[in-house]
């Protein structure tokens, strides 16, 4: 028999840092790989997949599991460095089985799984899936509607079947503390399916967020699922030079579309900056920097850079410009950098300490002497002015960034000097273990298949 302390609901798994035996960090837990059975015996659980300090997603078997309490996965420390891909007989639990309408075996009645339990059987390090929680829908006269209980595995049927009309509201619960990049990352490695539900599920301003740190097929993957309507208030929502990138990745046709249901200040911003080259200053910017009027106090200027939706980069310095203060605006003046607004009293005008010192950049200027300029002057923006001295917008040090690393930056790992963060010969995890890399007896495919 199973004890309760062995048991353990998935859901409080998810993003939980795995460490080895000496206290050392591996990685962090994004799903569970089980393998579902035949009839109504409990899945094996097969491990854990683990995204590491470099971001690569790889597999830890149960095997290599000694320890799961406190918050925390303890391993034995030995892991094979190759890169997660999942088979066509394993199922992702946290990706694949919450959200799932099944049925109790003994009413009949369709329920929805909130969440799923582990738990280690007696005298091995073998894990299964024993208990479902799962939610009811409308009942009888006594039940109240959403009543929740737990049940065994075997007590309900449906997991075998395809996924249909799966939601994702207890997948988003799980995932809902992400940062929008670490989101994007979990999102990216769903099913094309699953990617389009959790989206749907989203609010515009969460679903922007994410879709400004996911790789270019994704995104257009997802917006080009939305409803047209849905997809131009996402687009609003979106950061106006993201939004123009993506927009710009999209069949003419259908960018036409998209822009003519925007709001017209939205779809103006989109339209000027997909009108300068992609690798140049206007092409890079964004139209929403923080922007005052040269009567504005330094108090004033705090109130708008402590505002939570604005990035560090954008936050860090505010530009003086002669009204209008919207973007193109009236004549540019100088930057007033955060440092300075915090030396200064809170009445203190802003056009009294801007500084007028730093050049201006013109629409037109190449990535390189853009990069070089924030790299001479230690700046994390630039201001961008036209032919007039109006300010048009701001280039940021991440969209900088974002131009100077590969465009597949997102899925390779970062060089740290380590031979675990290479890019293995052979990505096949049934295969035989890549030259050099530290695998244990019983880290092969023998570890997740049988049962």
């Known amino acids: 028999m199973v004890s309760a302390a062995s048991r353990v609901y998935v859901s409080h798994l998810a993003g939980v840092a795995v460490f080895d035996p000496n206290g050392d960090r591996v990685g962090r837990v994004r799903d569970l790989v089980a393998m579902l059975r035949v009839g109504r015996r409990p899945p094996r659980l097969l491990g854990l997949v683990v995204e590491v300090l470099s971001r690569r997603r790889i597999f830890v078997p149960m095997t290599r599991v000694t320890g799961v309490e406190s918050g925390q996965v303890i391993t034995t420390g030995v892991v094979n460095m190759r890169r997660f891909e999942r088979r066509p007989t394993e199922t992702l639990v946290l990706g694949e089985l919450l959200d799932r309408r099944v049925r109790l075996v003994d009413s009949g009645e369709e ?3 909130l969440d799923v339990a582990i738990s280690q059987l007696p005298a091995r390090r073998d894990w299964e899936i024993d208990k479902v929680f799962v939610r009811r829908g409308k009942g009888g006269p006594l039940r109240r509607r959403g009543e929740t209980l737990t049940c065994d595995w075997s007590s309900v049927t449906g997991f075998s079947l395809e996924e249909a009309g799966q939601g994702a509201e207890s997948l988003l619960a799980t995932f809902d503390q992400l940062r929008p990049a670490d989101f994007a990352n979990m999102l990216h490695h769903l099913s094309p399916k699953r990617r389009a539900e959790v989206a749907a599920a989203l609010d515009d301003e969460r679903l922007a967020d994410v879709l400004e740190e996911l790789p270019e097929d994704d995104r257009v993957e997802v917006i080009g699922q939305l409803k047209e309507q849905r997809a131009a208030d996402v687009l609003e929502a979106m950061d106006p030079d993201d939004a123009a990138d993506l927009v710009a990745e999209l069949p003419e046709r259908e960018q036409e579309r998209l822009l003519a249901l925007m709001r017209p200040r939205d779809a103006a911003d989109v339209r000027r900056l997909m009108s300068y080259e992609e690798r140049t200053a206007g092409g890079l910017m964004t139209t929403e920097p923080i922007v005052l009027r040269p009567d504005a106090t330094v108090a004033d200027a705090l109130a708008r850079v402590r505002m939570s939706e604005l990035s560090p980069a954008l936050a860090a310095q505010v530009y003086v410009v002669r009204p209008p203060d919207q973007t193109p605006t009236g004549k540019y003046l100088g930057t007033v950098h955060f440092q300075r607004l915090l030396r200064d009293p809170p009445f203190t ?4 300490i801007v500084d007028t010192d730093l ?4 629409p037109e ?3 390189s002497t853009v990069t070089s300029h924030l790299a001479t002057y230690n ?3 630039v201001p961008v002015v036209d032919e007039s001295d ?3 917008g701001a280039v940021t040090v991440d969209d900088v960034l974002d131009h100077l690393l590969p465009t597949d930056w ?3 790992e970062p060089q740290l000097g380590m ?5 293995p010969a052979r990505e096949d995890r049934g295969g035989g273990p890549e030259p050099g890399a530290e695998t244990a007896p019983g880290n092969g495919p023998e570890d997740r298949d049988g049962g």
């Open 365 to 367: 200027t190449e990535l």
């Open 359 to 362: 050049q201006a950049l013109p």
């Open 379 to 381: 700046l994390v923006a």
């Open 419 to 423: 031979d675990v963060g290479r890019e």
């Open 390 to 392: 109006s300010l048009l």
């Open 111 to 113: 329920v929805t799984v």
């Open 410 to 412: 997102r899925e390779r």
């Open 349 to 352: 005008l802003v056009s009294s």
